[in-house]
Nanobody
């Protein structure tokens, strides 16, 4: 099983990006999914999470209304659509899979330890 994240890059403030996470060897509906980010010198934080079969989603306060997590079962891919990007969104972004099906999206995003499988990270830099 493997998670491969991509889609990061250098963009100007106000721009949009879509991050992709190809989940090889996974059945998306069997897992909950999360996007986390880690900026230099800071702890990893949950950005957006979605429970199994898309039953519930959560977005961290600073990204509400700007970021959207979604899944495409046919492509076995989890996405993070990011709009109105700000310099403070600059970080390495990681996708992750959790088998903790009993947890809600809010709980999942609070706990990186709930996620056993992680992608390698993709760097997003927002700068003018």
């Amino acid at each position: 099983v493997q998670l491969q994240a991509s889609g990061g890059g250098l963009v100007q403030p106000g721009s949009s990006l879509r991050l992709s996470c190809v989940a090889s060897g996974f059945i998306l509906d069997d897992y909950s999914w999360g996007w986390f980010r880690q900026a230099p010198g800071k702890e990893r934080e949950g950005v957006s999470c979605v429970t199994t079969k898309g039953g519930g989603t959560y977005n961290e306060d600073s990204v509400k209304g700007r970021f959207t997590i979604s899944r495409d079962n046919a492509k076995n891919t989890v996405y993070l659509e990011m709009t109105s990007l700000k310099p403070e969104d600059t970080a390495v972004y990681f996708c992750a899979a959790s088998a903790r099906r009993q947890l809600g999206a809010w709980q999942l995003c609070r706990g990186p330890s709930f996620f056993r499988n992680w992608g390698q990270g993709t760097l997003v830099t927002v700068s003018s």
